[in-house]
């Protein structure tokens, strides 16, 4: 079967950085996404990997290692508008999205 | 841009009651989807659409019906609602399937109760 194991939450400090993990077992690999999603509102898009590596946008950076089956997304300098669940999604050979439960993550003052 | 929007919002159903969702998209994107999400677990596929007049099951497809007349339009129909169906449902759409072509854009959603 289809699965993507993330923690179901986490917490940090304002200013600090976090690490959420997500590893996955899917049919296939054709990318992996993260997605926020802010308490009762839609997941809005963070990034995109599909060659292994470390990919950085601004505060957000993603890794992947397909052979491990494994990413991660790191989070700098956090805000208290970062509190939020990080959804991990992989697209699988028949190019559908097979998403993970998600990543509460708290941030204390 | 409106990008993705859904009607209703809100809504509770009765047991046996029928209703449909409307996803309308204005970013001229060829596909679109419609997800459920239940607490403690991911966004589950239920229908999708690769362009006008088509569509395809997803991963939880029962008790649930699609069509897809318009490229603008999605919409989502429960033909007699069951209490297992008390979720939120997510519209999204991508202008691509493959790549990064496959960010998707979601709907605020719709919070559906069966009673």
């Known amino acids: 079967g289809q699965n993507i194991d993330q923690p179901t939450e986490m917490t940090a400090t304002e200013g600090a950085i976090v690490q959420i993990n997500c590893t996955y077992q899917?049919?296939?690999?054709?990318?992996l996404f993260w997605y926020q999603q802010h308490a009762g509102e839609a997941p809005t898009f963070l990034s995109y990997?599909?060659l292994d590596g470390l990919e950085e946008k601004g505060r957000f950076s993603s890794f992947l290692s397909r052979s491990k089956g494994y990413s991660y997304l790191l989070l700098k300098e956090l805000q208290m508008k970062d509190s939020a669940s990080y959804l991990c999604?992989?697209?699988?050979?028949?190019?559908?999205?097979?998403w993970g439960a998600g990543t509460k993550l708290i941030i204390k003052p | 841009n409106a990008g993705v929007t859904q009607t209703p919002k809100f809504r509770v159903l009765k047991t046996g009651q029928s209703m449909t969702l409307l996803c309308a998209q204005d970013?001229?994107?060829?596909?679109m989807y419609w997800y459920r999400q239940d607490p403690g677990m991911g966004l589950r596929l239920i229908h999708y659409?690769?362009?006008?007049?088509?569509?395809a099951k997803g991963e939880v497809p029962d008790g649930y019906n699609v069509s897809r007349l318009k490229k603008q339009n999605f919409l989502l129909g429960l033909e007699s609602a069951a209490p297992s169906q008390t979720s939120v449902y997510f519209c999204?759409?991508?202008?691509?399937?493959?790549?990064?072509?496959?960010?998707?854009?979601f709907g605020p959603g719709t919070r559906l109760t069966v009673l």
């Open positions: 999204a759409s991508s202008p691509g399937l493959a790549g990064d072509y496959n960010e998707q854009f």
């Open positions: 970013m001229n994107h060829e596909y």
């Open positions: 659409s690769v362009g006008e007049g088509t569509t």
């Open positions: 899917t049919s296939g690999f054709n990318g």
């Open positions: 990997n599909v």
């Open positions: 999604a992989v697209l699988d050979s028949n190019y559908q999205l097979i």
